[in-house]
């Protein structure tokens, strides 16, 4: 039987704003290209260039996580890249959100390798690699999941039940699990890597919408509520989920969705101007940093997506201002007191 915890509001709402012993400082770094080409979805590879797509403005690039160096390759118009990932092998890869198509790029020379996905798969979204070298990506419209292996090149889709589901955020567990938001409904659904079996969990609240999606490293289930402002944890052994309600409340939007190697999740709240990163320590079941956002000024200002390097100890982020964005995140992040 699932069972449905919410942390109390009044409580919450009285609480003060939070600190940190050792602060967050965000570093941000304006994209030449500006801010109507979206850069977004930034991830780091081993030799510390950070890879990045323009989805309006069709180019893939990287920037220089010392020197702030940007490079820039164009790509064909009308792919509308959405999200970068890199393979085990350090293989760099996007997919064409407006074309079907998944790509590996030569980082020496741009040179692209194409993967022709079904026609029913218009709109390849977010991809995610396994340690076993195999992707799995969500097609959000198409109302697909995928799994694509590099070796056979043989690509798998499955269908949720309900037929507006709209599968979002995907990310692997510790057992190269893919788990996924089914971002227009209340459900979190997985793929069995052995079995290749679909399974859905539906959340307790009918209004939860979750957009994007965690795994800690006891492969417990962490989502957004984008609709209700909350953050929530699913067992999936079990079933059941717990839920402790955003910092900036119900209309926090919470967007973007990372995890730490301490565990911690992080989440930007987009509700509010500007966006702020919350971090929530499991442990305590406390939320312990609150930091704003404020690129470039600007009124309005979006972070889709985030990706934490393990390396570096950053997370890394963009911004609909036109920034990507990094920040250094302590190993202890204290919460004081005002």
């Known amino acids: 039987m699932k069972t449905f915890r919410v942390a109390s509001i009044l409580a919450l709402a009285a609480a003060p704003l939070l600190a940190q012993d050792n602060p967050l400082e965000p570093k941000e770094h304006t994209v030449p290209w500006g801010a109507n080409t979206r850069p977004r979805d930034p991830i780091m590879a081993k030799d510390g260039k950070v890879w990045f797509v323009g989805q309006t403005g069709n180019y893939v690039a990287w920037v220089d996580s010392k020197s702030g160096e940007f490079k820039q390759f164009k790509i064909d118009s009308g792919t509308n890249p959405h999200n970068i990932n890199i393979d085990p092998n350090g293989g760099v890869w996007f997919t064409g959100n407006r074309n079907g198509k998944l790509y590996k790029i030569n980082p020496a020379d741009g040179k692209l390798t194409t993967i022709q996905l079904d026609p029913s798969v218009r709109d390849p979204h977010t991809m995610i690699w396994g340690k076993d070298g195999i992707a799995w990506f969500t097609a959000q419209n198409s109302q697909k999941v995928g799994r694509f292996d590099p070796k056979t090149g043989e690509v798998k889709l499955w269908t949720p ?37 679909l399974k859905e969990y539906i959340l307790p609240a009918e209004r939860a919408r979750p957009r994007r999606i965690a795994v800690t490293s006891d492969d417990m289930v962490w989502y957004g509520d984008y609709v209700r402002g909350y953050l929530g944890r699913l067992d999936p052994k079990t079933g059941k989920v717990d839920e402790w309600i955003m910092p900036d409340g119900a209309g926090s939007l919470p967007y973007a969705m990372t995890v730490d190697d301490q565990d911690r999740l992080w989440l930007a709240a987009v509700g509010v101007q500007p966006n702020k990163l919350h971090a929530f320590d499991p442990k305590t079941q406390q939320w312990v940093a609150s930091i704003p956002i404020s690129s470039n000024g600007a009124a309005t200002n979006t972070i889709r997506h985030m990706t934490f390097d393990k390396a570096t100890r950053q997370i890394w982020f963009g911004t609909d201002a036109g920034t990507i964005g990094q920040m250094k995140v302590p190993t202890e992040i204290r919460k004081l007191v005002p």
Not at 170 to 197: A, C, H, Y
Request: proline share 8%; net charge negative; aromatic share 10%.
């Open 161 to 197: 039940e309900v037929t507006r589901s709209n599968p979002y955020g995907i990310v692997m567990d510790s057992k190269d699990r893919p788990w996924f938001d089914l971002f227009q409904t209340n459900r979190i659904g997985t793929i069995d890597p052995k079995t290749l079996e």
